[in-house]
């Protein structure tokens, strides 16, 4: 309620404080206290939170609401490092081996926030100097809405147990997760009316500033067309003794970190039993397989062993620029023992050509940042595509499985919990080829956000479209949309009457959920090589 009054009374004093001599100085001191509130709204102590940032405004020059945003920025980012050290000390005490691995999510997820938070506020730092390349402030945003999921994901991993360690550690992250919520909605009042920090700004989808076409984009065609022996890899992994490396894991391993050029690891074909969980510090790596069925990732960590669903993935990537060609990721736990990820992307600006994610329930966990499918095969039955990642699928293959008796088949399950997080699926040229009554998506979080847009819809997917979590829950809140679909479960006059579900009849905004704009794809995807269409398909 703050919030919104502190914005309601800035909306209200501006137009008259314009006709003053000095409004300039009047913006700043207004929007300064303004966003000071903003700030520190909600925590537990306000007074404490308002003098650290104003001791730490004291040396930041005249106010300004990006030197407010700067310091709420330092504020989470300190918060978010005292709550993992906090985290630390219940190893301490006597808990189970299963609570053990959940404290470790947590320890992960947060060190994750603490990335993402000093990433923003590098980036923040640059926009305070009067930097205006767009691409800082779509960073910013897609950093921010990452740190605020990861708290979420920390405590949902305590499904299960009596919640008594649980709620300790509710109380460590209750802090650091409202001081982003409130950075991550300053930022997003920030570059809206009233208030924006240069006249000079490009629009989000880069189109002043980039050099690249709008149209189809094919990238370096000649390097994703190269078979892996002739092309200049830095290790091999192969099961025969072939290679560098008999296992993916030790190639991993051995890679160097926080890579600032590509480093190809090329798998050979094979079926690899491992469990890979590829650390944020192993930046710019890319696994180059010999095809969809031929180079294989296989597990089975399932739910029903006592694993949290973060922890079961059999490949987990997260850092920075991964990419992925020509490989299967398989969980073969059976819809049996429920959650069981075959592949979770916690990479920024990571990308996925012809390859296959096979599962049952929660296959693939788009859990955060930017990502991109391309011509990939995604195979699962409840919630197979599921996080709060910004993600688009695109000319890919989606599957449907025989599920447990009385479970309803659904493709998506997107976790977007705040409106100002910049994430959502976009499922774009694609093919729903259902086997059973299949549902589009349901909503996890209060304003999950999916979209379907000119993807083929076979016979078995469900006139109603979407399937309701529970109740009215998020029925008015979430952002489904559906356009240009085609295929005979396509037709739209049966669809749900839900607030938040749209029929998309204009191109601009179906675009917005394009390559282009939605995860900012001209300013990174042509270094991968791989082809995209930047814009909507006619």
Request: glycine share 8%.
């Amino acid at each position: 309620m703050a919030l919104a009054i502190s914005f309601l009374i800035l909306a209200l004093l501006l137009p008259q404080l314009e006709a003053l001599s000095n409004v300039t100085s009047f913006q700043q001191i207004l929007s300064t206290q303004a966003f000071l509130t903003v700030a520190c709204n909600g925590v537990e102590n306000q007074d404490l939170c308002l003098s650290n940032l104003q001791t730490t405004l004291e040396n930041t020059g005249p106010p300004h609401p990006n030197s407010v945003l700067h310091a709420a920025l330092t504020a989470s980012l300190n918060e978010a490092r005292h709550a993992i050290d906090m985290i630390t000390k219940f190893n301490s005490l006597s808990v189970s081996y299963r609570e053990q691995i959940k404290i470790e999510d947590c320890k992960e997820l947060l060190d994750f926030s603490v990335s993402e938070l000093a990433w923003s506020l590098a980036a923040m730092k640059k926009i305070r100097d009067g930097a205006t390349n767009p691409r800082y402030q779509g960073n910013l945003k897609a950093w921010l809405s990452a740190a605020l999921s990861n708290q979420d994901t920390c405590l949902e991993g305590f499904e299960g147990t009596d919640r008594h360690l649980e709620n300790f550690i509710r109380g460590s992250l209750k802090q650091v997760t409202q001081l982003i919520n409130n950075v991550l909605a300053m930022y997003t009042q920030l570059h809206s009316l009233p208030f924006k920090p240069s006249r000079n700004d490009s629009t989000r989808d880069g189109s002043s500033t980039s050099k690249f076409p709008k149209w189809m984009t094919d990238g370096d065609q000649e390097f994703m067309q190269k078979s892996p022996l002739s092309m200049q890899v830095d290790a091999i992994v192969a099961q025969d003794g072939s290679g560098h490396y008999s296992t993916i894991t030790e190639a991993i391993y051995a890679a160097p970190s926080y890579s600032k050029r590509r480093y190809i690891i090329y798998v050979k074909k094979g079926v690899y039993k491992e469990n890979i969980n590829m650390k944020k510090k192993k930046t710019n790596i890319m696994l180059l397989g010999d095809g969809i069925g031929a180079t294989v990732v296989t597990g089975n960590r399932n739910f029903m062993q006592g694993w949290t669903t973060f922890r079961t993935a059999t490949v987990a990537v997260s850092g920075r620029g991964f990419i992925a060609r020509d490989m299967t990721f398989r969980n073969t736990a059976g819809p049996q023992n429920h959650q069981a990820v075959a592949l979770r992307v916690d990479s920024d600006q990571s990308a996925f050509f012809r390859c296959s994610m096979e599962g049952y329930q929660d296959t693939l966990y788009a859990h955060s940042l930017r990502q991109f499918y391309r011509e990939c095969n995604i195979y699962g039955t409840i919630d197979f595509i599921f996080g709060n990642g910004a993600a688009v699928l695109q000319n890919c293959n989606i599957y449907t499985r025989v599920p447990l008796p009385l479970q309803k088949v659904t493709i998506t399950a997107q976790g977007r919990k705040s409106p100002n997080q910049d994430t959502g699926f976009s499922i774009q040229d694609s093919y729903v080829l259902a086997s059973q009554p299949t549902y589009l998506g349901r909503p996890w979080k209060l304003f999950s956000r999916t979209v379907f847009m000119n993807t083929y819809m076979g016979s078995l997917v469900q006139p109603r479209g979407w399937l309701a979590w529970y109740g009215n829950f998020a029925l008015n809140t979430l952002w489904y949309g559906e356009y240009r679909n085609y295929g005979p479960g396509a037709a739209i006059s049966g669809r749900v009457k839900w607030p938040g579900y749209h029929i998309i009849t204009d191109a601009d905004t179906a675009n917005y959920f394009t390559v282009g704009r939605f995860i900012d794809g001209m300013s990174w995807l042509p270094a991968t090589g791989i082809k995209f269409r930047a814009d909507i398909s006619n």
